[in-house]
């Protein structure tokens, strides 16, 4: 996995760890929340996953952008189906989509390998 990726997921887990010791409750709330929203339901799970990282994008999320790609591979979704996803948000979003496309990019094929 390319160091920078690595290290991306490396801190945030430790952010993470640090976030649920001062502020349980709202990590807690976020967490269930999340977790209710991903599920299976009317819309799959690998068409929320798209629907996020092209959201992502489109406000310029870098740690949503590369979350979401990772739980979208871990699914079975492309890197074809990520990047139309991501075309989406650049219609949507213009110039400043564009700019973070590399980061989409860069985690896919840090993840692929």
Known sequence: MDEDVKKFFEKSKIA??????????????????HSKTMAEGVLS????ELIAIAIGLALRCEPCIRAHIRRALSIGTTKEEIL????VALMMGGGPVYTYIPI????IEALQT
């Open 84 to 87: 139309e996803a991501a075309q």
């Open 16 to 33: 993470a760890g640090k976030m649920m010791k001062l502020i349980p409750d709202g990590v807690n709330g976020f967490q269930q929340l």
């Open 45 to 48: 799970v690998k068409q929320k």
């Open 104 to 107: 989409a990019i860069e985690t």
